[in-house]
């Protein structure tokens, strides 16, 4: 099976910068996406990394090691409209047609 | 460019009673996914369509769920009959082609309630 792990809830502070972890099995990694959604509305891309190392857009960073199974957002000078869940999606070569799987998410809330 | 349309964006209905869903893709996406999310969960793939194919339904409850692509644009999903565990948001995404690193797209989703 396929494992995607991130924490349940995080919460920060306007201005700060958090990490968000995602760890995941795969039997035949193929991408690793970051996507956010806010409540009540539908997920929204974010990065993807398919080579380790760092890809940064904007105030949002996405990390991966695939040795490690590996990956995290970062997410710098919080604002608080960044409240929302955050969610790590895996492409795996060994699921029925390179499908891509979700974690649970993590909710952060940005606090003043 | 339009983004994926979905419709009804909020339905109610009692068990055992049937439901049905409408996805309208990005233009030109070959690719079409039904996912279902269950509150305080991930996306979890039901079904998944190049161009009116079915590629992947590994994870669709198949004595209870159905879906189609005909036209190899518009989608719909059915349930018949709807259970209490069917209460989720029932998301359709769509993407260009279904490479790897070929992102997907969301709708809005249809919020559904099963009493």
């Known amino acids: 099976g396929q494992n995607i792990d991130q924490p349940t809830e995080m919460t920060a502070t306007e201005g700060a910068i958090v990490q968000i972890n995602c760890t995941y099995q795969?039997?035949?990694?193929?991408?690793l996406f970051w996507y956010q959604q806010h409540a009540g509305e539908a997920p929204t891309f974010l990065s993807y990394?398919?080579?380790?190392g760092l890809e940064e857009k904007g105030r949002f960073s996405s990390f991966l090691s695939r040795s490690k199974g590996y990956s995290y957002l970062l997410l710098k000078e919080l604002q608080m409209k960044d409240s929302a869940s955050y969610l790590c999606a895996v492409r795996d070569r060994g699921l029925s047609n390179n499908d891509m799987r979700f974690g649970a998410g993590t909710r952060l809330t940005v606090k003043p | 460019e339009a983004g994926v349309a979905q419709s009804p964006r909020y339905k109610i209905i009692e068990k055992r009673q049937s439901v049905a869903f409408w996805c309208n893709p990005i233009?030109?996406?070959?690719?079409l996914y039904w996912y279902q999310q269950i509150l305080g969960q991930g996306p979890k793939l039901l079904i998944q369509?190049?161009?009116?194919?079915?590629?992947?339904d590994s994870q669709l409850p198949k004595d209870r769920f159905s879906a189609e692509r005909l036209k190899g644009v518009d989608s719909t999903l059915k349930i018949q009959p709807a259970k209490l565990e069917d209460s989720a948001v029932y998301l359709c995404?769509?993407?260009?082609?279904?490479?790897?690193?070929?992102?997907?797209?969301f709708g809005p989703g249809t919020r559904l309630t099963v009493l």
């Open positions: 990394n398919v080579l380790d």
């Open positions: 233009s030109g996406h070959a690719t």
């Open positions: 995404a769509s993407s260009a082609t279904s490479g790897g690193g070929d992102t997907q797209y």
């Open positions: 795969t039997s035949g990694f193929n991408g």
């Open positions: 369509f190049q161009n009116n194919g079915v590629v992947d």
